[in-house]
């Protein structure tokens, strides 16, 4: 029998029509920003690097471990990188739905974490047995940045008037920071201020209202403050002589300035710091940068802080091509946390603002910190996809 080859490519494609019937192939996605996801990743290998460099000398002393700090971080980079993927590959108008009941979700907890015993002089953190420890204030950070773009995505034409382009801003705001002065954390709070003053900023909330905004949260600040951060006017003391105080308050300030002044421009080499070795009180947390600075020295600094503005860049760069106004609001409100947050911890290491216990995105040991950073930069990369 001849073979019709027109016929026979026809039921060729019957048949494979036919099979896909019973088994479709993932459905194929645009591709996601390649720039951004290499420095999202160069970004996290550096900052595993740097931690298990910088946490060695006080995981042995404190745990008699010295992988104590990088191990689990490693575990949670794995899985945030998981996460990431999987954030890049679902639609984010999802969280037009998720948006209010996760702010829900991080009000809980922020409530609940306020009733456990404190750790550090605080309570910032709740057990998970068998878990580990889970940070509600980054929960809330991401929940902010929902309820914010969903918020001005359906309201951007009633962003000049009070009754919408202010007040369920302030709300959310007033609750959240409340509750995290109560732990008490103030870095915590500067940062979801910041980042929800943004997200009005660019949504187009009218410059008069921030000019009120500004003076009643001074005013708030000088009645409120001396109650619930009872430590706020230490540390302000201690800013401006750190070394009035030595052995107390300026402590952790004086010896990450050695630590910066001793790198030097290319640093004593990485593992070679001194300062980590029980001076500099949390060299694996806060005050990473300081090692990171005496180890890789100013071209090293340099290097961390290039990252952070290009990643930054890059962020501004795809919300410009966001194809709705959700999405563009959304990679605005998760870039600028990491690049504000990331200028808070430096500010701090360098003495440039008094000390607030902020981390150093990326570097900074934390599971939940590094997860939710990843989650969220999964986010931005699906709206670099560029699908509505």
Known sequence: MAYNSKTGGDDMKLTALAGGRHKAPLRPLPAMDLPF????????GFGLVMLGSASGAVALYRRGDAF???RPQLLYAAM???????????????FHKLAWPLLG?????LAVVLFPPEYNGCKRWLVLPGVGTLQPSEIAKFAVVLVFSHIISLNHDRMRSFAVGVLPFVLVLGVVAALMLLEPHLSGTLLILGIGAVLMFVGGTGLRWFVLAGVAAIGAAVVVMPDLVPYAADRLRSWQDPFADPLGDGHQTIQSLYAIGSGGATGLGLGNSRQKHLFVPEPQ?????????????????CAVVLLFVLLLWRGITIAAHAPDRFGALLVVGFTVQVALQAVLNVAVVTNTIPNTGISLPFFSSGGTSLMMLLGEMGIVLSVSRGET
């Open 285 to 301: 947390n806060d005050f990473i940068f300081s090692i990171v600075c005496e180890e890789l020295g100013f071209v090293g600094a």
């Open 68 to 70: 104590a700090y990088l």
């Open 105 to 109: 979700i991080s009000l809980v907890l």
């Open 37 to 44: 996801l290499v420095l999202v990743l160069t970004l996290v």
């Open 80 to 94: 945030g990188i998981a996460g990431l993927w999987l954030a890049s590959r679902v639609d984010y108008h999802i």
